[in-house]
């Protein structure tokens, strides 16, 4: 049995180091929903990618450094969003239809991904040392977001605490993602159309501009 487990850890070892990279943060999120964090380690992500320890090490370090991978993959790296700096009103409600549209993608607005939040947070709240490592790769997400209704508030002239707005914002859409999760429906619309009016409470109506 060991034969094909080496083949296969072969093949994933000639891989671009792109595609190894992907495969390993894979590994480590089905670690993370399967085992929890104390089956997080580099021995079973590893194993689970298919690749020796010493390449993981490679790409990522430690244990802490591809926690911190993992934390930014699912936040970034399945639904990334390029600014594009607005030039009018439409632009600016583009650009934030474009991060809810991410938001909702199937991707990372799933159950399986709940499965890999569960156990960060749980290590957030139990360890002050990742909890500082990790808010800060969360901010970066919040900044995204007040940045794009700090545009759509300028162009509206409307007075928006844009900082505080953006983490109300995300922290709706948490809880969003809890009940849906907790329901037994694969349709996300009514999630979605909620968004869009918990934004339309600061912002004014963000459908087709005229």
């Known amino acids: 049995m060991a034969a094909p487990r080496n083949s296969a850890r072969k093949r994933a070892e000639r891989e671009s180091p792109e595609h190894r990279r992907s495969l390993i943060l894979k590994a480590a999120r089905t670690c993370l929903s399967e085992k929890g964090m104390r089956g997080f ?5 590893a194993a689970e990618a298919k690749v020796s320890i010493s390449l993981l090490s ?7 450094e591809l926690l911190k991978s993992v934390f930014r993959s699912v936040l970034f790296e399945e639904r990334p969003v390029e600014y594009r700096k607005p030039k009018t009103l439409a632009d600016a409600i583009s650009n934030l239809q474009d991060i809810v549209s991410k938001n909702f993608d199937p991707d990372y607005y799933s159950r399986r991904n709940l499965l890999v939040w569960l156990p960060i947070y ?4 139990l360890n002050t040392r990742t909890r500082r490592s990790l808010d800060g790769i969360e901010q970066e997400l919040a900044r995204e977001v007040a940045r794009a209704v700090s545009d759509v508030a300028r162009f509206r002239k409307s007075e928006v605490d844009v900082d505080g707005f953006a983490y109300e ?3 709706f859409l948490d809880g969003l993602w809890i009940r849906w999760c907790l329901s037994d429906r694969r349709d996300t619309r009514r999630e979605r159309s909620a968004a869009f009016r918990f934004l339309e409470t600061a912002l004014g109506p963000l459908g087709v501009v005229t």
């Open 58 to 64: 490679h790409y990522f370090g430690s244990v802490e």
């Open 122 to 125: 749980e290590e957030m709240l």
């Open 41 to 45: 380690t580099l021995k079973n992500v």
């Open 169 to 171: 914002f995300l922290a």
